[in-house]
């Protein structure tokens, strides 16, 4: 088993939806998770960082956390095409951070 | 401006030959880090620093070597030993994990796309 596991996609969805990403981790004691986006052809940027149980909003972005399932998922409202991108899921093991291997979002008109 | 760099964004490597890739910042971060990304692959560690100079190996550090004699800088070397270097390298930092355990947020560079000729 993986230790951060995400679907590869592509997730399609029409621009104003919800686009729902989700992220499950094997790590039981990890306390820290990181949502980065990645356009094509450029580096991580970080996007959202969620280290309590529950809900945690920024803008059109909520990140989700429920460690009892080790599930973390990033909420995208109102989807723009400008939200294309790889999105990565990332938890913070002893010493590193453990990356899963991203989920491509497609946002279309 | 406050941030990450690296350079070459474009390095082009001949087979035997040794490169070096830049990473500087300026963040006053202790940690930094060493990413390869691959195409459709997921960011694997190579080499990270939490404090100037030591260092420690990561996932894939075979065939790459590293220093950290600054605290803004961390070079990373792709050596002949290393069979298949085409890959996108991505540096990064963070405040040092090992004094704030449960923050590690991370910051990349603007990357380095390296090709081998």
């Known amino acids: 088993q993986k230790e951060v596991e995400q679907n590869s996609g592509p997730l399609s969805v029409p621009e104003g939806a919800i686009a729902s990403l989700n992220c499950t981790y094997s790590d039981r004691v990890s306390q820290s998770f990181f949502w980065y986006r990645q356009y094509s052809g450029k580096s991580p940027e970080l996007i959202m960082s969620?280290?309590?149980?529950g809900d945690k909003e920024d803008g059109r972005f909520t990140a989700q956390l429920n460690k009892a399932s080790q599930y973390v998922s990033l909420l995208i409202r109102d989807s723009q095409p400008s939200d294309s991108a790889t999105y990565l899921c990332a938890v913070k093991g002893p010493d590193k951070l453990i990356f899963g291997t991203g989920t491509r979002l497609q946002v279309f008109p | 401006d406050g941030g990450i760099t690296q350079s070459p964004k474009y390095l082009f490597r001949k087979e035997g030959q040794n490169v070096t890739l830049s990473c500087e910042q300026n963040?006053?971060?202790?940690?930094m880090y060493w990413y390869r990304q691959d195409p459709g692959q997921g960011l694997r560690l190579i080499y990270y620093s939490q404090i100037v100079n030591d260092f420690q190996k990561g996932d894939i550090a075979e065939g790459y070597s590293v220093s950290r004699e600054k605290k803004e800088s961390f070079p990373l070397t792709v050596t002949s030993a290393q069979k298949n270097p085409t890959a996108f390298y991505l540096c990064a930092s963070s405040i040092n994990p090992g004094t704030l355990a449960f923050y590690n947020e991370q910051f990349f560079g603007p990357g380095t796309r390296l090709t081998v000729l």
């Open positions: 969620i280290y309590s149980n």
């Open positions: 963040l006053n971060h202790d940690a």
